[in-house]
Each structure stands twice: as structure tokens, then as C-alpha cells.
């Protein structure tokens, strides 16, 4: 038997195609123990990996480091599962994504160094929000792009890209 916890079952197929990700990215992300399955035989992912695949397609159009994704990876991992070791406001911000209310996250992948991932995340419960976050990071690091991540989106797994 399979440990779903209720959530639907996905092959690897599946998390590419809901990520409009390459098969073989979300291949070289489980290779490498970035996506984990529920199981192996067969293999098999839990919804949390098509949320998980979303976030990790959006900041690696920045081209960052297989390192720098596997840590990030662990800290949405972390943030996932509203754990305390990545604070308060990023664990209401999945929250309130997992609500379907307004939530942003704001990287910039090329300023993190591979433990200090935690510094260069912003969270944003409004437009208004996000746009002062990123006007004080562009004012103090104008030479710096950020990726914003509309966590809404991440979380409707139902919704498939380009469908």
C-alpha cells in the first residue's frame, strides 16, 4: 500500500507536464534527490512535488547552481511543511497560497550563496507589498534580477499548464 496521505499520485510525467517543465529536468532534480517520491516501486510523487516543481521552474530561468536548488529546494521543503526553522512569515505566506489568497515569493538565486538561502527570500501578501520589497532591493542592489513567484499558482495543482 502507498502512503498518500489523501493526496493524488503522479508519475514523473505528470509533475512535468503540470510544472511545463522538460521530463527530463524533473528526471535530473529526482536523480539528484531534489523531488522525492512517495514511493519507488512504483514511482511514484505526491502533490507536493508538482508545488515543489513550480517554484524550482520558475527561479531556475536564473540558471543557478544544481547546489543552490538542491538547498533551496529544502527550504521550500521546510516552508511546505510549516516548519519553524524558516520563520513566521514565510510559513503564513504558503499558507495563505495554500488558501488561495495573495502570496508572493520574491528570489534572487544569483545572491544566495548556497547556506544562506533564507537571506535573499522575500515574502508578499499584496501587489502593494511585493512592489515596496522589490523597489528596497532594487534600490540597494539595482544590478540584481529577482524571480516573483505567484504561490497561488504553485499550489492549484489541478490546473494544468497550457490546457
Given at each position: ?53 513550480r517554484i524550482l521552474g520558475a527561479v531556475s530561468q536564473n540558471s543557478p547552481r544544481i547546489g543552490w536548488i538542491s538547498n533551496f529546494s529544502r ?17 503564513e505566506l504558503f499558507e495563505a497560497a495554500k488558501e488561495n489568497k495573495p502570496a508572493y515569493l520574491s528570489v534572487a538565486p544569483q545572491m544566495m ?51
Open positions: 500500500m502507498l502512503p498518500n496521505n489523501g493526496a493524488d499520485m503522479h508519475s514523473l510525467s505528470t509533475i512535468a507536464r503540470k510544472a511545463a517543465l522538460p521530463r527530463r529536468t524533473v528526471q535530473y532534480w529526482y536523480d539528484k534527490g531534489i523531488v522525492l517520491p512517495i514511493s519507488i516501486s512504483p514511482l511514484v510523487f505526491d502533490d507536493q512535488a508538482i508545488v515543489l516543481a527550504r521550500i521543503d521546510e516552508c511546505l511543511k510549516g516548519s519553524e526553522l524558516v520563520g513566521k512569515e514565510l510559513r550563496p548556497e547556506d544562506q538561502v533564507l537571506d535573499w527570500m522575500y515574502a508578499s501578501k499584496s501587489v502593494d507589498q511585493l512592489s515596496e520589497k522589490l523597489l528596497k532591493h532594487f534600490e540597494v542592489n539595482p544590478h540584481v534580477s529577482i524571480t516573483t513567484i505567484d504561490l497561488r499558482y504553485c499550489f492549484d495543482i489541478k490546473f494544468d499548464v497550457g490546457a
